[in-house]
């Protein structure tokens, strides 16, 4: 009768909840403009192969080139399979932390199976305009092989500000090639950022055509009002 009943507790109170977000809703994306250009469709949570991208020396290249140390918070904006979020991990140790966010429901539930181990990573919900982090609490942000899919980049470029603390930078990583071709051409992205408020403090070619560009971000009270950011024409794309 016991057995029964813990069962049909169990069953009452289903699967165990899955990541949450962790601030309330910024900015809500209709107040955003929409960007000119095209947004690629996700189609895996991966750029490529892990071992690849190991002897490449991507990732080393990137933590140096953002200057990330122990014991920072990192936000891994879009962290899809985690190759960057399990490679923090270590890298901030015990006093820092990684924030492992996405809005794809499948990667979370996989993202939080492979980092269960991880003591100093949190897996969390966000919202394609809005990454739904804690205010003042990033010393670095990462967008990693994905600014070409946000829908709304004005939006969540606006609502990620705030979880900025003083002096945190921002670093995104694309392919310098058009948004239908899974890239960010470097002069687009540097409009967009420039028209949320960001200032780039970085640029850095990496392998296989790739960059990363580091950005400052606004103080909370000096972003640009939603209504007033104007989208940037992509040039580089045929229309």
Not at 48 to 69: L, N, W
Not at 76 to 92: C, K
Not at 122 to 133: I, Q
Request: proline share 13%; glycine share 10%.
């Amino acid at each position: 009768m016991i057995r029964r009943m813990l069962l049909l507790t169990a069953l009452l109170a289903g699967p165990a909840l899955a990541a949450g977000p962790l601030a309330p809703p910024g900015a809500p994306a209709g107040a955003f403009p929409k960007p000119d250009r095209p947004v690629a469709e996700i189609v895996a949570p991966q750029w490529s192969a892990e071992a690849a991208r190991d002897k490449a020396g991507e990732f080393d290249a990137v933590a140096r080139g953002m200057g990330i140390a122990p014991g920072e918070t990192v936000a891994d904006i879009g962290a899809g399979s985690g190759y960057y979020v399990v490679r923090l991990s270590p890298l901030v140790g015990p006093r820092g932390k990684v924030l492992a966010e996405d809005v794809t429901p499948a990667y979370l539930a996989s993202l939080e199976k492979r980092v269960t181990a991880l003591d100093n990573v949190t897996v969390v919900r966000g919202e394609p305009h809005d990454p739904r982090l804690p205010p003042n609490s990033v010393d670095a942000a990462i967008l990693v092989h994905m600014y070409h899919e946000i829908a709304q980049p004005f939006g969540l470029l606006h609502n990620l500000a705030p979880a900025m603390r003083p002096g945190g930078r921002v670093g995104i990583v694309d392919a310098d090639d058009i948004p239908s071709r899974h890239g960010t051409p470097p002069a687009l992205l540097r409009c967009e950022l420039a028209a949320a408020g960001y200032r780039e403090t970085g640029f850095h070619p990496l392998s296989g055509g790739a960059y990363l560009a580091v950005f400052a971000a606004p103080a909370p009270d000096q972003r640009p009002r939603p209504e007033t950011i104007r989208p940037c024409r992509d040039a580089a794309t045929p229309r």
